[in-house]
T-cell receptor
Framework: NAGVTQTPKFHILKIGQSMTLQCTQD?????MYWYRQDPGMGLKLIYY???????DKGEVPNGYNVSRSTTEDFPLRLELAAPSQTSVYFC????????????FGSGTRLTVV | RKEVEQDPGPFNVPEGATVAFNCTYS??????FFWYRQDCRKEPKLLMS???SGNEDGRFTAQLNRASQYISLLIRDSKLSDSATYLC?????????FGQGTELSVKP
């Protein structure tokens, strides 16, 4: 059972470039989330989805977009990358309203130079 | 005011010590509560859920006081392997809100 899988694990992006961080889960969880974590800081919610076709903004959505065409996949798109988007990105999923917590992916370390 | 606030740490303790972490949250409508553990900026992993009646898992005891909006984690007989960052987490409408974490370093 793979759980939540994120790719890539590491990436260096140039300012102004775009890229997509991939996230897929095989647990049939309906809720999925994207967080970012900056050094010494807690996790901040970027976007979340309560099911296929439904997405909503979190605390820090600017500069990002998401889509949820299937239950399994929840990609995060960075448009016009900026140095402020250098961070570690975590995808997570839960069954229902997270009353049993989340399952996290192993993260993507992104550097924008 | 931050939604979830924790002791900033770091906590440096010898093996065998008892250490307590405190956390407060601002939204009284929060539904469920957790402690997560995070190692060296790897993904957070669920340590335990926190219930109003208090709950224990081996050397770990968690307490929730809804009236005071306060959560605690007690670690007894600390091990070197307990060294990590401990995240206080609150569920608000299906979204988990994370504290900034408290770093624990257990020394021989």
């Amino acid at each position: 059972n793979a759980g939540v899988t994120q790719t890539p694990k590491f990436h260096i992006l140039k300012i102004g470039q775009s890229m997509t961080l991939q996230c897929t889960q095989d647990m049939n969880h309906n809720y999925m989330y994207w967080y970012r974590q900056d050094p010494g800081m807690g996790l901040k919610l970027i976007y979340y989805s309560v099911g296929a076709g439904i997405t909503d903004k979190g605390e820090v959505p600017n500069g990002y977009n998401v889509s949820r065409s299937t239950t399994e996949d929840f990609p995060l798109r960075l448009e016009l990358a900026a140095p402020s988007q250098t961070s570690v990105y975590f995808c997570a999923s839960s069954y229902g309203r997270a009353n049993y917590g989340y399952t996290f992916g192993s993260g993507t370390r992104l550097t924008v130079v | 005011r931050k939604e979830v606030e924790q002791d900033p740490g770091p906590f440096n303790v010898p093996e065998g010590a008892t250490v307590a972490f405190n956390c407060t949250y601002s939204n009284s409508a929060s539904q469920s509560f957790f402690w997560y553990r995070q190692d060296c900026r790897k993904e957070p992993k669920l340590l335990m859920s926190v219930y109003s009646s208090g709950n224990e898992d081996g050397r770990f005891t968690a307490q929730l006081n809804r009236a005071s909006q306060y959560i605690s984690l007690l670690i007894r007989d600390s091990k070197l392997s307990d060294s990590a960052t401990y995240l206080c987490v609150v569920n608000q409408g299906g979204k988990l809100i994370f504290g900034q974490g408290t770093e624990l370093s257990v020394k021989p």
